[in-house]
């Protein structure tokens, strides 16, 4: 089965940087993206980048010119270089990966979508 475990959060002052990391374990056939969400206390989960398996990157306008994030294809693995970082950046990462075609002993599981389990990002003022 597909885990998807994120490392990298943590506290910092406004303007550190961060680099949190996700990798997804499990057989991955292929997929259409990884990405990064975020919540924040009461507020709804919000997309904050997505890369394509071919290296098409989004970003939230808030985060545009401050994160980067990148893919490795050979490790199932996604990072988010967080530089700049201010206080409302403050929320619990998710890792997503989306639309994958996994095989789980003989069975071929189509266009699924999973979830890392979060990790705190805080930042000060």
């Known amino acids: 089965q597909v885990q998807l475990v994120e490392s990298g959060g943590g506290l910092v002052q406004a303007g550190g940087s961060l680099r949190l990391s996700c990798a997804a374990s499990?057989?991955?056939?292929?997929?259409?993206?990884m990405g990064w969400y975020r919540q924040a206390p009461g507020k709804q989960r919000e997309l904050v980048a997505t890369?394509?398996?071919?290296?098409?990157?989004n970003y939230a306008d808030s985060v545009k010119g401050r994160f980067t994030i990148s893919r490795d294809n050979a490790k199932n693995t996604v990072y988010l270089q967080m530089n700049s970082l201010k206080p409302e950046d403050t929320a619990v990462y998710y890792c997503?990966?989306?639309?994958?075609?996994?095989?789980?002993?003989?069975?071929?599981?189509?266009?699924?979508?999973?979830w890392g389990q979060g990790t705190q990002v805080s930042v000060s003022s």
């Open positions: 890369i394509t398996s071919g290296g098409s990157t």
């Open positions: 997503n990966l989306e639309g994958a075609t996994t095989l789980t002993g003989s069975v071929l599981d189509r266009d699924s979508d999973y």
């Open positions: 499990g057989t991955i056939l292929s997929s259409n993206a």
